[in-house]
């Protein structure tokens, strides 16, 4: 696994998925910063309280969409928010449903996987990883769309 570098910007991307958050976190940051903004308010005059609540709600959305992770598989490597690695260090690639995924969460196999797992995406994917000077013995992270991914890692494992 390799921290520092993207997959190659020169290749051709066969699939891409960015982890946006989803509503429920969406809604809690605006009840979060619609509290901040009362709290302003009753001292400061509502004009502050809506100001207040503007540009926090602005700056906490922002802030979300921007770090949201993303996927990126191509034909050679795969990346996961800053990780990447090379598909030949890939090994079995499985579909976690959300039944799975709750049990995968509470039983982690090992502590030293790499998780990027977002609450509000019921669906993910673990990749094992053969890779010997990898610390990590499988990736698991979310993922809207699981069978895709299966479907684009299947494909280039077959190649």
């Given at each position: 696994?390799?921290?520092?570098?993207?997959?190659?910007?020169?290749?051709?991307?066969?699939?891409?998925?960015?982890?946006?958050?989803?509503?429920?976190?969406?809604?809690?940051?605006?009840?979060?910063?619609?509290?901040?903004?009362?709290?302003?308010?009753?001292?400061?005059?509502?004009?502050?309280?809506?100001?207040?609540?503007?540009?926090?709600?602005?700056?906490?959305?922002l802030g979300t969409i921007v770090q949201s992770p993303n996927i990126r598989i191509t034909k050679s490597a795969?990346?996961?928010?800053?990780?990447?690695?090379?598909?030949?260090?890939?090994?079995?690639?499985?579909?976690?449903?959300?039944?799975?995924?709750?049990?995968?969460?509470?039983?982690?196999?090992?502590?030293?996987?790499?998780?990027?797992?977002?609450?509000?995406?019921?669906?993910?994917?673990?990749?094992?990883?053969?890779?010997?000077?990898?610390?990590?013995?499988?990736?698991?992270?979310?993922?809207?769309?699981?069978?895709?991914?299966?479907?684009?890692?299947?494909?280039?494992k077959a190649t």
């Amino acid at each position: 696994m390799n921290l520092t570098k993207t997959v190659n910007q020169t290749e051709s991307v066969l699939y891409r998925e960015k982890l946006y958050p989803g509503l429920g976190f969406t809604a809690f940051i605006l009840f979060m910063t619609a509290s901040l903004g009362i709290a302003f308010a009753k001292p400061y005059g509502m004009g502050i309280g809506w100001l207040t609540f503007a540009l926090s709600s602005a700056i906490f959305l922002l802030g979300t969409i921007v770090q949201s992770p993303n996927i990126r598989i191509t034909k050679s490597a795969i990346q996961v928010d800053l990780a990447t690695i090379e598909l030949a260090h890939v090994g079995r690639v499985e579909n976690l449903a959300s039944g799975k995924l709750d049990q995968a969460r509470k039983n982690s196999n090992s502590k030293s996987a790499y998780l990027v797992l977002r609450p509000g995406i019921r669906t993910s994917v673990i990749l094992e990883i053969l890779d010997t000077n990898d610390s990590h013995p499988y990736w698991h992270f979310s993922t809207r769309k699981p069978a895709r991914v299966l479907q684009v890692l299947n494909e280039l494992k077959a190649t």
